[in-house]
């Protein structure tokens, strides 16, 4: 049986978990990912986990959060005035925005702090500083 190799179309389904537990995502209840291997189309530990898997195959997986996420970083909690944020926006600590990038990229943060005069956006992936274990199946490579 095929063995999953760089440049092969993989269908995978997968369930992530925390270290705590806590499932963070699956595909379980939804269509298999899709991604071909050795495009960094997905974090590299989770790349690395299904080469080699066969068809039918399953295997857990812990992925630490330098192959994952990275980690957390400080220089990504961002200050900026209230001024900078959309006009009339309500924010709450947690909150999800979109910033978008001088290149015109944008980005997910999240509302990590506020005061009357600034809003502290963190950048950091929300998963960024963590080691994570997913039980993955390989589905199919086309």
Do not use: C, W
């Not at 630490?64 to 600590?93: C, K, N």
């Amino acid at each position: 049986m095929a063995q999953a190799k760089a440049g092969d179309h993989v269908k995978v389904h997968y369930t992530g978990r925390l270290q705590d537990g806590t499932i963070f995502d699956s595909s379980r209840d939804r269509e298999p990912l899709e991604f071909t291997l050795g495009e960094g189309e997905v974090i590299p530990g989770f790349e690395q986990a299904v080469m080699g898997m066969e068809p039918g195959e399953t295997r857990t997986v812990t992925i630490t959060a330098e192959e994952a996420y990275g980690p957390r970083r400080d220089d990504l909690l961002i200050e900026v005035g209230r001024d900078q944020v959309a006009s009339g926006l309500e924010l709450a600590v947690g909150q999800q925005l979109q910033l978008r990038l001088q290149d015109g990229r944008i980005i997910p943060v999240t509302v990590a702090a506020l005061t009357e005069e600034t809003v502290t956006i963190d950048a950091n992936h929300p998963l960024a500083g963590e080691d994570l274990t997913f039980e993955i199946e390989l589905v199919a490579i086309d």
